[in-house]
């Protein structure tokens, strides 16, 4: 989906929840401040000044966005030859050159705040699928970006498994930290959104409190909800 003229300021230090029907565009929005996707035209800052996008983007630059920037996906994408532990540890390792020690003894840390501190040595087959994407998020902490960016990371999930993610993503939303997620789930959206952006066709809707969606009586709006809450 291509995304038509958005522009979108993210609040620091909360959260913002992108809603709209499938194929409006949210998840290619989430992917360009990523860069994942490359947009054809625009500027992006995540606060070392603006990106300007269409052009030809040098590996650094695209570095530095990614480093302030850390994706949580639908599907875990885990390494299924290393442990939980291993995956938090291997991007610092590697990227910002943190020593074992200091990467194993912070990736602790991280598996316990999302309630794995018994699974640092197991393997993602040992895994469910709530506690794998609970790795995932650890290892997006273990990045120590400013802004996480969530895909749809309950999408994968039956309900149980889905309500250990959902609670994580709440604890975060509670520390203050600056979190994007798409996701179809309107109950976490009430529960955690400081802003909502609802996107259709690729373009902005509404990018406001959350009130003024779950308040408003906007046909699309309602319509929208009432679909999404019956599923």
């Known amino acids: 989906m291509a995304l038509d003229d958005v522009s979108l300021d993210i609040p ?80 610092p390792i590697a990227t910002r050159g943190l020593g074992r020690a200091e990467a194993e003894a912070r990736g602790q840390e991280l598996l316990a705040k999302v309630g794995l501190a018994d699974k640092a040595d197991a393997y993602p087959d040992r895994l469910s699928g709530g506690q794998q994407q609970r790795v995932a998020i650890a290892r997006a902490l273990a990045m120590e970006p400013d802004v996480l960016l969530f895909d749809e990371p309950t999408s994968a999930l039956d309900p149980e498994l889905a309500a250990e993610v959902v609670a994580v993503l709440a604890d975060l939303a509670r520390e203050d930290r600056t979190l994007v997620v798409v996701t179809h789930s309107l109950a976490f959206a009430q529960r955690v959104a400081d802003k909502v952006v609802f996107l259709e066709g690729g373009r902005v809707l509404l990018d406001d409190e959350p009130g003024a969606f779950f308040d408003s009586d906007d046909e699309r709006l309602v319509r929208f909800r009432d679909v999404i809450g019956s599923v």
């Open 12 to 91: 620091r230090s909360r959260t913002t929840v992108l809603l709209g029907p499938s194929g409006s565009g949210k998840s290619t929005l989430l992917r360009s401040i990523n860069l994942l996707e490359r947009p054809s035209a625009g500027t992006i800052d995540l606060g070392d000044g603006p990106v300007e996008l269409g052009g030809r983007l040098s590996r650094r630059t695209v570095r530095a966005v990614r480093a302030r920037s850390t994706m949580v996906f639908q599907q875990f994408n885990l390494f299924a030859h290393l442990t939980a532990l291993g995956n938090v540890t291997l991007a």
